[in-house]
Every structure is written in structure tokens, then in C-alpha cells.
């Protein structure tokens, strides 16, 4: 089984839907991370979680929100879709440390209309 | 402000050869480094990684060089193989700020040919 795993792996949406995109893990990491990528622009941070009470903004957090349900799940939400937010979205984790390295989920393709 | 630049966006190499991918970074402060490999439709995996302490660091087939003055690093991979057709994403982070933050390249594409 795969230990970080995302749900929805595709959606189509239209502008001005509220959609969720679900993280899970059973790596039993402290920190997650929501990540989009875009042709070109490699892989940008939205949001990231140190454990359930630590939320952080990242470079894009702008029409985005997200909740840590608990250590093992980490959602983003897209409170009113509009078309420029189409991407891939990937989840990560990792263990706190001094120098950490990331394991991501496969990722979600989100197109919105 | 592109601070991890690749920019090479693609790499044509023949199986066996030497695939040699590059990567920038404009901030000196950053002393950990890591490359990312991804297939189409899945996430990216982590491939191999080298501290700021380090000049070199080998992992079977793939050898991460850091050339800290240049603000450079690369990843040469041999012999290269046709599986490791991928986006290679270069990335960097400042370990002392405790945050885990990545900052990713934009990825190049290397293309092995049998």
C-alpha cells in the first residue's frame, strides 16, 4: 500500500465550485505539505503543517484553505474554483529534522471550467 | 524570483551515456540538496540528496556534484538507461530555518534512447 495517498486522482470542476482534495499518510510523519505544479514553474508550496495546531501559509496560499484533521490527514480546499487554479496538486510529508526529506502522494489533476 | 533555477526544460541522451542535469541557485544560505525524480501521473521521488558539507555524493548509478562557490549543482547519472526517462526536479532548502521547506527547479525532461 502506498504510504501517502490522495483522493480525488482527477476532477473536473466549474468556476465558483467549492471542492476538497484529501491527503492521507502511514508514514506517520509530523509535517505535510500541499504543493502545486504547473507547466514550467516546477513545484510551488501552498500550504504546509508542522502537526495539527500548526498551520503555515506558502508562497501561493491565495483561494486556498486547508485543515489538519489529524496527523495523518491533510486537506486543501478550494473555497470558489476559478480556471487559473487547473494544476496538479501534490501532498508530501515529512520527519522533522534538520534536514528532511520529502515523500510525496501521486498527486491530483484538477481541471476547472 | 526564481531561486532554483534549471534551465535546461529538456535532455536527449543515448542508452549507456552520460546523462549530466544542472541546476542554480541564487541564494547562498540554502545547505541542504535534493533531486527528484517523476514519472508521468505519479509523484515525484526522491532520488538522491547532498549537504552543503559535501562536495559529492554517489548512490549507485547517480552521483549529485555541489559546487558551492558557483552556486551550483548536477546530477549525472551513467549509464543512463531507457527507465530513466523522467522530469528531474532539482530542489533546495535552508535547514536551519526548521521549516522543511523545498524550493523546486522548474524540472527537466531527460529523454534516453535505446
Known sequence: ?113 | DQQVKQNSPSLSVQEGRISILNCDYTNSMFDYFLWYKKYPAEGPTFLISISSIKDKNEDGRFTVFLNKSAKHLSLHIVPSQPGDSAVYFCAASLSSSNTGKLIFGQGTTLQVKP
Not at chain 1, 38 to 53: A, C, E, M, Q, T
Not at chain 1, 60 to 74: E, M, N, P, T, W
Request: proline share 4%.
Open chain 1, 1 to 113: 500500500d502506498a504510504d501517502v495517498t490522495q483522493t480525488p486522482r482527477n476532477r473536473i470542476t466549474k468556476t465558483g465550485k467549492r471542492i476538497m482534495l484529501e491527503c492521507s499518510q502511514t508514514k506517520g510523519h509530523d509535517r505535510m505539505y500541499w504543493y502545486r505544479q504547473d507547466p514550467g514553474l516546477g513545484l510551488r508550496l501552498i500550504y504546509y503543517s508542522f502537526d495539527v495546531k500548526d498551520i503555515n501559509k506558502g508562497e501561493i496560499s491565495d483561494g486556498y484553505s486547508v485543515s489538519r484533521q489529524a496527523q495523518a490527514k491533510f486537506s486543501l480546499s478550494l473555497e470558489s474554483a476559478i480556471p487559473n487554479q487547473t494544476a496538479l496538486y501534490f501532498c508530501a510529508t515529512s520527519a522533522s529534522g534538520t534536514q528532511e526529506t520529502q515523500y510525496f502522494g501521486p498527486g491530483t489533476r484538477l481541471l476547472v471550467l
